[in-house]
């Protein structure tokens, strides 16, 4: 699964739009666009700060674990 699917369910599990996680990522400083996110995770080239914004928004953090 790529990130861009990766969020998306993610966002879906929460019963959010990526309108909705747009708008609350412009309320906690990182002024962005639904246009604009969904063009970032298309084009893969979402930075890992917004990917943990995100995560942190819908609930969910990123942990690294050895293999």
């Not at 699917?5 to 639904?34: F, N």
């Amino acid at each position: 699964m790529s990130i861009r699917e990766d969020i998306k369910v993610l966002i879906a599990r929460q019963a959010l739009t990526m309108t909705k996680v747009a708008e609350l990522l412009t309320a906690r400083g990182t002024k962005t666009s639904p246009k604009s996110l969904s063009n970032k995770l298309a084009r893969k080239t979402i930075k890992f700060e917004e990917v943990r914004e995100i995560a942190d928004i819908l609930g969910y953090k990123i942990e690294f674990v050895e293999k």
